[in-house]
T-cell receptor, first 117, second 116 residues
């Protein structure tokens, strides 16, 4: 079974530029998550989709970050314009179920390492 | 207040020895789950082990076991017979019952270096 795919793996941009990351979850997984992991810290949830609807985007800086999952499968996270503090690893994860509780492990992709100069 | 605390920023362990990674958590929800993930230098988060708040027995998965002490709100990971490939960052995470969609809150991580 293929895992969570992400691209690109690395990206270097200058501040005020825009950038987009792509994620393809494990086939059949209803729930998709985007996390931001700043160097030396644990991942922090940015946004969560259940199928093609947003469940939680409370920690997404909406003035510059946007995300979509139009067909309930793959997803795109965009930053426009980027700031220096956006330098981080952006991790995508997916989970089979969509309900509350239970083990229902989240499976992560390899991440995209973003460096903003 | 921190919901997940990992007090050991880094530690060395001799190959073939056991190592315990500490994790304490804070929640008032009676239903929650605790996860441990491994993150090697490649960056991917690899699921290791899960413990539910109502589970009667400590979880085990191969060389990984979870020392769950509910009253103390701790969920320490024990890695037995350490291997060089165990060198990585280890993250403890919690899913709270009321959190819609199984949102995970992560600790700051512990870096483990296995010495030959």
């Amino acid at each position: 079974e293929a895992g969570v795919a992400q691209s690109p793996r690395y990206k270097i941009i200058e501040k005020r530029q825009s950038v987009a990351f792509w994620c393809n979850p494990i086939s059949g997984h209803a729930t998709l998550y985007w996390y931001q992991q700043i160097l030396g810290q644990g991942p922090k949830l940015l946004i969560q989709f259940q199928n093609n609807g947003v469940v939680d985007d409370s920690q997404l800086p909406k003035d510059r970050f946007s995300a979509e999952r139009l067909k309930g499968v793959d997803s795109t996270l965009k930053i426009q314009p980027a700031k220096l503090e956006d330098s981080a690893v952006y991790l995508c994860a997916s989970r089979f179920g969509s309900g509350r509780g239970g083990q229902e492990t989240q499976y992560f992709g390899p991440g995209t390492r973003l460096l903003v100069l | 207040a921190q919901k997940i605390t990992q007090t050991q920023p880094g530690m060395f362990v001799q190959e073939k020895e056991a190592v315990t990674l500490d994790c304490t958590y804070d929640t008032s929800d009676p239903s929650y789950g605790l996860f441990w993930y491994k993150q090697p230098s490649s960056g991917e988060m690899i699921f290791l082990i899960y413990q539910g708040s109502y589970d009667q027995q400590n979880a085990t998965e191969g060389r990984y076991s979870l020392n769950f002490q509910k009253a103390r709100k701790s969920a320490n990971l024990v890695i037995s017979a350490s291997q060089l490939g165990d060198s990585a960052m280890y993250f403890c995470a919690m899913r709270e019952g009321r959190a819609a969609g199984n949102k995970l809150t992560f600790g700051g991580g512990t870096r483990v270096l296995v010495k030959p």
